[in-house]
């Protein structure tokens, strides 16, 4: 391509080191969807005859037909995606297609093709977020009113319903559909027309190309457009985000699939056994999810750094954001579904939860509450309740176990309906404010998901 300036043809390993069209070839649709724009718009202003714009339109069809039916030859000494296919442009249809390039730089064409490659991932990166929405809701629905005990610092510590703790990664889940909606939002700006990095004298209809391929808005520094990547670093945030709640969600999944726990149950086909140990059903597909965090977390990383200190505009460094950002899109989509399938085809166990939230320690709180009610200060029903757990545990017994008569040793202001306090339903249901999880509550906030999904769009 400069043949004009070089003497020498680039060495075996440059080509190598390089090439970037065994990765960016990706990009092969969305980068003959600009070159139709661009086409279309060298029409417009007549630098293209119209039978020049109709070659080089059917030319750049079949070139999408071949590559489409994985007939077309990607040359790795082309370099890149851009060069391929304009090569193979010329190649079809002659003098046409040397034209193609006219008031272009692959600097604005490469920054075009990734952010509509970005805009269509986010969307199907976000349809993939309300798919394991959805899951969880069907989980949480299967759970009813099943009761199991919610954990601080990974200690038993008050009853919540196992609907409620699963809604808990819905909203996660959500806030993350938000953000990649908002990465989507911020790619929607049309690069093309900042040349290298300085426009062209040959001035193009922007807008025009804008429309032609559904960008939302045209870049105003031609400078910014070729060497921006921040909203790349959005993307790789979002899905690094959205990464680490699912390495929580899976890191809970491990542990109710535990013996200890036995809470859920997966189902043979989303476990593996062990070469060694018969017995075993490991929750390798959690696990694995939990694992992929750390390149979410490292392709944000890495592309920060490389970022990180670039002079204004394009460096050949950029051609580093690829690999990180296709990573991403690939790691995180297939974690998401992979998830949404195990969580449709697990089941609770009930009998372990109940059996587990039936400890009378989970509801201590709410006989503090009860003190509070009869109008003792927060601080000293606390004390009083501490001293009767010590003293339950010095019988060997549960809170159950303890009289009256040790109650109003403690406090005059327990009375005999103290006791009926000790029931963990009974704590749920009183447990009634927004976001609280009274099954009330619950029911009604899965029904508000419930609606929600359905007619969701982003
Ligand atoms: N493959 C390059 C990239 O991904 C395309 C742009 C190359 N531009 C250049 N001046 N060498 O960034």
């Known amino acids: 391509m400069w043949h004009g300036r070089f003497s020498k043809d680039p060495s075996a390993r440059l080509r190598a080191y390089g090439e970037s069209v065994s990765f960016d070839r990706r990009l092969a649709l969305h980068d003959i969807a600009g070159s139709q724009a661009h086409a279309a718009a060298l029409g417009k202003a007549r630098w ?62 490469v920054a075009t093709d990734l952010r509509l490659w970005m805009r269509e991932e986010t969307a199907g990166l976000v349809a993939a977020v ?12 299967r759970g009813g009113d ?31 559909a938000g953000r990649l909606v908002d990465a989507g939002r911020r790619a929607d700006v049309l690069p093309l027309g900042a040349g290298a990095l300085a426009g062209s004298t040959i001035a ?14 045209v870049s105003q520094n031609s400078m910014d457009a070729v060497s921006d990547r921040d909203f790349a670093c959005e993307f790789l945030s979002a899905c690094a985000i959205t990464g680490m709640h699912l390495s929580r969600l899976c890191e ?17 086909a989303h476990t593996t056994g062990s070469s060694l140990m018969p017995q075993k059903k490991n929750p390798d597909i959690a696990e694995l999810c939990r694992g992929k965090s750390g390149r979410l977390y490292g392709n944000l990383v890495s592309l920060l750094t490389t970022l990180k200190g670039l002079p204004l505009a394009y460096n050949r460094d950029l051609q580093e954001d690829k690999e990180p950002v296709f990573d991403s899109a690939d790691t995180l989509g297939a974690s998401l579904v992979i998830l949404a399938e195990m969580f449709g085809a697990a089941t609770w166990d009930k009998a372990r939860m109940a059996a587990a939230a039936d400890d009378a320690l989970l509801v201590a709180t709410d006989w503090a509450d009860y003190l509070v009610r009869k109008g003792l200060p927060f601080r000293e029903a606390h004390k009083v309740v501490g001293t009767l757990v010590a003293l339950s545990g010095q019988r060997g017994g549960t809170l159950r176990d303890l009289s009256l008569g040790d109650l109003q040793a403690e406090s005059k202001l327990f009375k005999a309906d103290a006791m009926k306090c000790l029931d963990a339903m009974r704590s749920l249901q009183a447990r009634t404010a927004e976001g609280a999880p009274s099954p009330q509550r619950v029911r009604a906030r899965l029904a508000w998901w419930g609606q929600r999904l359905a007619s969701a769009k982003s």
């Open 48 to 109: 293209l005859q119209p039978s020049e714009l109709k070659a080089i339109q059917r030319g750049l069809e079949s070139i999408a037909r071949e590559i489409r039916a994985g007939k077309f030859i990607w040359r790795e000494e082309l370099e890149d995606v851009h060069m391929n296919i304009e090569a193979a442009l010329t190649e079809k249809i002659g003098a046409a297609g040397a034209k193609l390039h006219t008031a272009r730089s692959r600097n604005d064409q």
């Open 146 to 176: 099943a009761i199991m005990p919610g954990y601080t610092h990974l200690q038993r510590a008050q009853p919540v319903l196992a609907a409620h703790h699963l809604l808990a990664y819905v909203e996660m889940l959500e806030r993350d």
């Open 252 to 268: 809970d999944t491990v542990l109710w699939a535990s013996s200890e726990f036995g809470f859920l149950g997966l189902s043979d």
């Open 130 to 141: 309300r798919g394991l929405q959805k899951s969880l809701i069907g989980l949480a629905v």
């Open 204 to 217: 193009l209809d922007r807008r025009f190309i804008a429309r032609q391929l559904g960008f939302a808005a």
